[in-house]
């Protein structure tokens, strides 16, 4: 390996197809490594010797005739990729990627990669904004496929809206800005906590919050993505890790507490997105409690340590840590307070009761505050606005501050 970044650019049979030459040429004169992959329908289009000739490598078409006999090519491809693109992206290729579908090379291979993937989409306009594309579009971006595009325009069928593929310029700035993002971390230790915690009553109950962890798998996600060697400390949630993460799994406050006292002094940068239960009971029974034949049952509860307090004030000077703070009521306010009374460089809160932000939902709205100020951030998905907070990270700890705009 050269060292050079790697795209598999997949190319589906929609007219547009053509302008992915123009893509593949600008992409190796940036100095990427591109190779391509076909469907059948585009070949009838555009030769793939045309390809082959301008990226210098073999196009894969036949799932069956690996090019390296010494390769599965779907898997190889999968795992050279820094970044997947599929250009032009019609509705077929984004409903089978959406559905896990996988019939030919360029949906066999895409199935198989972890890399980020880039969608250039093009069709005629009634095939975009038909329903069923539309919720394969949200599905897809759920799981952190980017969009570039589409255009609005004359359309190759003589039809005029939505569905015209971004130019090969524009697409190719897209594809070189996430090529160059994932070096930004790279040599960073990065510590994600994410998810609640659990607190006793009895063997069978316990005490715990709505946090799903969606935010900080997210962070954990992106992180990787950006190069940085990840650490998630989750609490009990329903998701998969990301491949790559170190994963280490708590259930109780303290146990929480134990384990970022062990790990944070070795970080760089630590986000602090886990929900820890703030009280818990002060006794656990050792049976089940039975019910008191209608008699109320009273729980004496106790304050359970507070994690990030804790970790700020045995932090180290060159670290960066951040937190984040869940509120109803005066958002700014009290996470202002926290932020200084955590020793935290820099908070993210949320309105929770706000549609859309909060608990277990795919989406997020943020204020990102700093001693320097702060700045609002609209509705976006929990994926797209981990990027957004960690640029704010880096951006701050580059600076030695915070670089937010005050209000």
Known sequence: MDGRKCVVLGVTGGIACYK?????????KAGVDVYVIMTEHATKLVQPLTFQTLSKHPVAVDTFQPVNAFEVE???????????????ATANILAKMAHGIADDMLSTTVLATKAPILVAPAMNTGMWENPATQENIRALQKRGVQLCGPEGGRLACGDSGMGRMSEPADIAEAALALLNQQETM????????????REPIDPVRYITNRSSGKMGYALAEAALQMGAEVTLVSGPVSLTPPAGARVLPVETTEDLLSVMQAEAPAQDIIIQAAAPADYRPRE???????K???EPFT???????????????????DQFIAGF??????????????LERKNLDMIIANDVTRPG???DVDTNIITVITKEGSKDYPMMTKKELARVILEEILNARNAGGAPCTPR
């Not at 779907?74 to 032009?88: E, G, S, V």
């Not at 790279?186 to 915690?197: F, Q, S």
């Not at 656990?284 to 039975?290: E, L, M």
């Not at 703070?325 to 926290?338: M, N, S």
């Open 20 to 28: 992915s030459c123009e893509l593949v040429s600008r992409l190796v």
């Open 299 to 317: 729980l004496v509860m106790a304050e359970t340590p507070d994690v990030a307090k804790a970790v700020g004030r045995t932090r180290r000077a």
């Open 325 to 338: 703070a869940a509120e109803t009521e005066k958002l700014t306010e009290h996470a202002a307070e926290k």
């Open 357 to 359: 932000a909060g608990f």
């Open 186 to 197: 790279r040599g960073l230790k990065v510590l994600v906590t994410a998810g609640p915690t």
């Open 292 to 294: 008191q034949a209608g």
């Open 74 to 88: 779907h898997i190889a491809l999968a795992q050279r990729a820094d970044l997947f693109l599929i250009a032009p």
């Open 284 to 290: 656990v029974a050792d049976q089940k409690i039975k």
